[in-house]
């Protein structure tokens, strides 16, 4: 333990637990990060890896390859510098990954329950509320026990006087025994269950803290960009398992109060009841349910986290969104493969024919205008159908009847 992290042995069992993994994860996440981050291999690692991602972008850019445009370099400039904050600033990288994913959970949870406060007070409270009526129900089960063993004391014969045992006392002492221990597990779920999904959300935030570096430098490029979605999967699980067991602990404190507050007033009044203490501890063993499926379901929404998505949704009718498969055809693919001096110069040599056939057109349009008799086609060379302008077979017909 670091010695900026020890508790004091008088806080309580949940406030020690959670402080203190809170503490020393946070440590071990900063400690990692500097050495990983600081290490000569991560230096050069980095310094080789970006030269090959902007000679790559160069080259795609020079030749086109892969469909890329000038107009993607700043995006392409973006990626690179927000690598190069997260892998050598621990404030910037601090402040996303625990102040947001670690800190924002217990707040949001406090925002969406009115009037709960101080969850791990609260909780603190029930776990020792717990264990102290768990406690005070087994002597009660005792001393009943031991009143309803009566047993005769020997006056005239020395032999002893068979015990005779009252049932009802025994069994109010076996009902205070059951929810005495009924009470005991709910402790330990309060402790090992609804605070340690906390924990268990704080250490794996620790851990992917520590080795982020490597998985940030992977989003440069393509090929590898699928190990830092998965990084940010597991991150973000992390923090919506957190977000969901401090909301359950809210609320199963919340829900639980009433029944605490009971147990509380019999206890001082010497008087136990265990029905009472039976529904308190079915309650947690409810919420602790609830914890597990909520940890799961946090893994599940946490895999639908994607960085791109495969599909792009273009308006299709009467404004109706579609979506259109994003890979391309095989025409598609080889336009996008072709040099760029290629395409420049098939480009021109269209704009060529397209300003050939408008020309042709306005001189035929002046012929008519002076001569209506003459035909000409302002079909462009190279077309279908091309006939070299000229007068039409009518035309010449008329004049050979004429002479």
């Given amino acids: 333990m670091s010695a900026a992290c020890r508790i004091p042995p008088d806080t309580g069992a949940v406030r020690a637990m959670i402080a203190s993994v809170d503490c020393n994860t946070r440590d071990f996440a900063h400690q990692g990060y500097a050495a990983l981050t600081g290490g000569e291999a991560f230096q050069s690692g980095l310094t080789l890896v970006l030269t090959i991602y902007v000679a790559l972008v160069g080259y795609r850019l020079l030749f086109a390859s892969e469909g890329a445009r000038l107009t993607d370099a700043p995006?392409?400039?973006?990626?690179v510098g927000a690598v190069l904050a997260l892998v050598t600033s621990w404030n910037l990288f601090e402040t996303l990954a625990f102040d947001i994913v670690a800190k924002a959970p217990a707040e949001i949870a406090q925002a969406i329950t009115p009037g709960a406060k101080d969850p791990v007070g609260r909780l603190q409270v029930a776990y020792d509320q717990l264990v102290t009526d768990s406690s005070a129900l087994a002597a009660q089960g005792q001393e009943s026990g031991q009143d309803a063993v009566q047993q005769t004391a020997p006056t005239v014969t020395p032999s002893m006087t068979p015990p005779r045992i009252d049932s009802a006392k025994a069994e109010a002492a076996q009902r205070d025994q059951a929810a005495s221990r009924a009470l005991a597990?709910?402790?330990?779920?309060?402790?090992?269950?609804?605070?340690?999904?906390?924990?268990?959300?704080?250490?794996?935030?620790?851990?992917?803290?520590a080795i982020g570096p490597l998985f940030i430098v992977l989003l440069l490029f393509d090929q590898t960009r699928g190990f830092f979605e998965g990084w940010v999967r597991a991150v973000v699980a992390a923090g919506l398992a957190s977000m969901s067991a401090w909301t359950l602990i809210l609320l199963m404190t919340t829900v639980l109060e009433p029944w605490l507050v009971t147990l509380a007033q019999q206890r001082e009044l010497k008087a136990l009841e265990p029905e009472p203490a039976m529904t308190a501890a079915a309650i947690v063993f409810a919420f602790t349910a609830a914890q597990l499926a909520m940890i799961a379901g946090s893994g599940v929404i946490a895999f639908g986290f994607r960085l791109i998505s495969p599909l792009r949704w273009l308006p299709a009718g009467e404004g109706v969104p579609r979506a259109v498969d994003a890979t391309p055809s095989a025409a598609a693919a080889a336009?996008?493969?072709?040099?760029?001096?290629?395409?420049l110069a098939d480009q021109l040599r269209r704009f060529d024919s397209v300003i050939e056939g408008r020309t042709r057109e306005a001189v035929a349009a002046s012929v008519r205008l002076?001569?209506?008799?003459?035909?000409?086609?302002?079909?462009?060379a190279g077309a279908p159908g091309y006939r070299r302008a000229g007068p039409s077979r009518d035309h010449l017909g008329r004049r050979n009847t004429r002479r």
């Fill in 75 to 79: 995006r392409m400039a973006l990626k």
């Fill in 185 to 209: 597990s709910a402790g330990g779920a309060v402790l090992t269950v609804d605070a340690g999904a906390v924990a268990v959300a704080m250490v794996a935030l620790g851990v992917l803290g």
């Fill in 335 to 343: 336009i996008a493969a072709a040099p760029r001096a290629s395409l």
């Fill in 370 to 380: 002076i001569r209506p008799e003459v035909s000409v086609q302002p079909q462009f």
